[in-house]
């Protein structure tokens, strides 16, 4: 049942809620409840829409559906977009142009939010960091809502629906995207966690100057009362952290000079808060894989202490912790060789991060559609870990080019995900790890990269039961 407050700076006002995917299906009803009159209004038609359209339709509120911009912004007093929707798309344009405001939706979760909010954004990491926090606060015992980007496996919780649901006591663990961003003005975390900023969304942003400026509005309206927690070895976040109104608490794994700072002193994790060292244990003792692994749980176990958290549930929980799904993940051995899903992994500074963490000679698995990137790191990093490629999908010969261009040679293409494996498992030898690691996005051939890794996660266990061919 929804929690939320009968009145509020949304009773009375008409809304249009622009896009029937899941955070529009998410703000509708929680506005209409707190009193707004609401629009769901998409472009798409009625056979594309689907199951979205059915699931509108039972909410009660108004539907345009193949809506035309000047449709959706008539007789609209706010619109509040989907994340999907660029800012220079004709609907939010023409809302600039006749002075309607834009809100986020997450703007207007803070605004409906009771609970605090800590938030976690940045290239690379952010699932983990928001996994990793939000398992460590509900292990200290407080109800804890996990939710805004994220959608690892049944973790689907846009942040106004947790934000209708969370009471004061609670917390409220939230991964948030550059897309989310680009309309805030209030929103304000209690504690804000940049994991790092590399070249991404260069489709949707004009520069990566102005990626950047997406990703520092999240400490915008931060006091100095609450805290930000940056990478302080990666040059555009620490540019960040520099000039956030936030009280700094800077993780970096070899760095520990800062009184407010996580870092690995003589192997081991230690996190520093008001001058006080707390000691957590050896980082050769974390389940997961990479150093930049290391870097998300010093992240979170930084926050965690910072937030108030008993430093022993921290030491518990990421000595504990074994990933998130679709990042590194585990999936099974086949005859000595061990298949890895890192299908998370969409653009190539991820997907280098994660080759530096397995061992030469591994098998990989790449390609996608392209997100604007550059492409040459990637081909480098093949040359010096990889034993085999195998690359697929629409832009994977981005991929092979570059690795060619490194020197490397040993490269199949692969027409489907079924024989992308096949490819791989013959070119991997006993000892091995394969790893489909995409550095690219899914939609070619899927709907999201949780589709993606779940085909091929669904491929290597069955053969894993069934025995290799």
């Not at 529009?24 to 506005?31: E, F, H, K, T």
């Not at 980007?149 to 049944?154: F, G, L, T, V």
């Amino acid at each position: 049942m929804i929690m939320a407050p009968a009145i509020s700076e949304f009773t009375g006002k008409r809304i249009s809620v622009v896009g029937m995917a899941r955070t529009g299906l998410a703000a509708a009803p929680v506005l209409k409840n707190l009193g707004a009159e609401v629009t769901l209004c998409d472009s798409r038609g009625v056979s594309e829409l689907g199951s979205a359209l059915r699931e509108a339709e039972l909410m009660g509120v108004a539907l345009k559906v193949e809506a035309a911009p000047a449709d959706c912004l008539r007789n609209t007093d706010l619109v509040i977009p989907s994340p999907g929707i660029s800012r220079r798309s004709p609907v939010l344009e023409l809302a600039v142009q006749m002075g309607i405001p834009i809100m986020s939706e997450i703007e207007a979760a803070y605004r409906v939010a009771q609970a605090p909010i800590l938030a976690v954004t940045g290239t690379n990491g952010k699932t983990t960091v928001t996994m990793l926090l939000g398992e460590i606060i509900r292990r200290a015992g407080k109800k804890t809502y996990v939710g805004g980007n994220i959608s690892a496996d049944d973790i689907k919780l846009p942040l106004i629906e947790a934000a209708s649901l969370a009471r004061e006591s609670d917390v409220i663990v939230a991964e948030i995207s550059s897309f989310q961003l680009e309309w805030v003005e209030k929103f304000r975390p209690k504690i804000g966690i940049l994991t790092n900023i590399s070249k991404d969304h260069l489709n949707r942003y004009a520069s990566f100057d102005e990626y950047v400026e997406a990703k520092s509005a999240m400490f915008r309206a931060q006091l100095p009362t609450d805290v930000a927690v940056i990478n302080a070895v990666n040059a555009p976040a620490h540019a960040i952290g520099l000039k956030v109104p936030g009280r700094k608490y800077w993780f970096d794994r070899g760095n520990c000079e800062t009184c407010d700072s996580a870092c690995v002193k003589n192997g081991i994790i230690n996190v520093r808060w008001d001058c006080k060292d707390y000691p957590l244990g050896p980082a050769s003792d974390l389940k997961m894989l990479g150093t930049h692994n290391l870097e998300n749980v010093l992240a979170a176990a930084g926050a965690a202490i910072a937030f108030g958290i008993d430093p022993d549930v921290v030491q518990e929980v990421i000595f504990e912790f074994s990933g998130v799904v679709h990042r590194m993940e585990y999936v099974a051995d086949v005859n000595g060789v061990k298949y890895y899903n890192n299908s998370m992994c969409t653009n190539v500074d991820a997907a280098v991060r994660s080759l530096e963490a397995l061992p030469d000679d591994s098998v990989i698995i790449a390609g996608g559609v392209d997100k604007g990137s550059e492409f040459a790191p990637l081909g480098a990093m093949i040359s010096r870990k990889c034993r085999h490629l195998v690359v697929m999908g629409k832009d994977g010969h981005l991929i092979e080019a570059a690795a060619r261009e490194a020197g490397f040679t040993s490269i199949s293409q692969a027409d489907s995900m079924e024989n992308a494996f096949e490819l791989a498992r013959k070119a991997a030898k006993s000892g091995d790890i394969v790893m489909l690691s995409p550095a690219c996005a899914s939609f070619d051939m899927y709907n999201d990269f949780e589709e993606r890794g779940e085909h091929f996660r669904r491929i290597v266990r069955d053969m894993a039961s069934g025995g290799a061919k």
